[in-house]
């Protein structure tokens, strides 16, 4: 069955450390990868998304991501938290533009 | 400006009354999805369209009703809501060209409440 596994359900970082969420999943085929971040009350915002070629792919305020066949995972990073990312960060997946499979969510915490 | 709109964005509302939570998309996009998003579930698909009057189940269709008389637009009915129904709703739209990447543009949300 296709699945999306984001192993931490929160972490802890101090503001200026780095960071790494991590995100799993089974497919029978590669499929689209996408990282999404929901600030408290508001809606999802796209951080960044995989589809081909260079594994590392960049996006919106300061965030990477490395998609690594081998492990079916696609990782979510920054080197340098600011508190402004204490956020939810959901991690989704699917094989088509019409229905997404999204994990349960790592809720981040930013401490001083 | 490019935008999925969701209306209401609060209700409150009793057991069984029937109920409509409306969304429209200005992006001509084929695709468009509703999901529900629950404490420590994230996210899941209630039902999603691929075009005008094409819909199919998501992973959690029960107790939801879908149209799509239009393109631009996707209402959620709740034909007899319930208290298990309380959630916080998001529609979405996206292309069905590859070249677009797929991408799912979400709208703000709507917290329904079920007494």
């Known amino acids: 069955a296709q699945s999306v596994t984001q192993p931490d359900i929160h972490i802890t970082v101090s503001e200026g450390a780095s960071l790494e969420l991590r995100c799993n999943y089974s497919?029978?085929?590669?499929?689209?990868l996408f990282w999404y971040v929901q600030s408290p009350g508001q809606g999802l915002q796209l951080l960044l998304k995989?589809?081909?070629?260079?594994?590392l792919v960049q996006g919106i305020k300061g965030f990477e991501a490395e998609f690594k066949r081998s492990q079916s995972s696609f990782n979510l990073r920054k080197p340098s938290v600011h508190w402004s990312d204490a956020a939810e960060y959901f991690c989704?997946?699917?094989?088509?533009?019409?229905?997404?499979?999204f994990g349960k969510g790592t809720s981040l915490l930013v401490t001083p | 400006e490019a935008q999925v709109t969701q209306n209401p964005r609060y209700l409150i509302t009793v057991t069984g009354k029937k109920l409509t939570v409306t969304c429209s998309q200005n992006?001509?996009?084929?695709?468009m999805s509703w999901y529900r998003q629950d404490p420590g579930l994230g996210l899941r698909q209630i039902y999603y369209?691929?075009?005008?009057?094409?819909?199919d189940k998501g992973d959690v269709p029960e107790g939801y009703k879908v149209s799509r008389k239009e393109k631009r637009n996707f209402p959620l009915i709740l034909e007899s809501p319930s208290p298990n129904q309380t959630s916080l709703y998001f529609c979405?739209?996206?292309?069905?060209?590859?070249?677009?990447?797929?991408?799912?543009?979400f709208g703000p949300g709507t917290r329904l409440t079920v007494t």
């Open positions: 979405a739209s996206s292309s069905e060209r590859r070249d677009r990447d797929y991408e799912q543009y």
């Open positions: 497919y029978g085929a590669t499929p689209y």
């Open positions: 995989y589809f081909s070629g260079d594994t």
């Open positions: 989704a997946v699917g094989l088509s533009g019409y229905a997404l499979n």
């Open positions: 992006m001509n996009h084929e695709y």
């Open positions: 369209s691929m075009n005008v009057e094409v819909t």
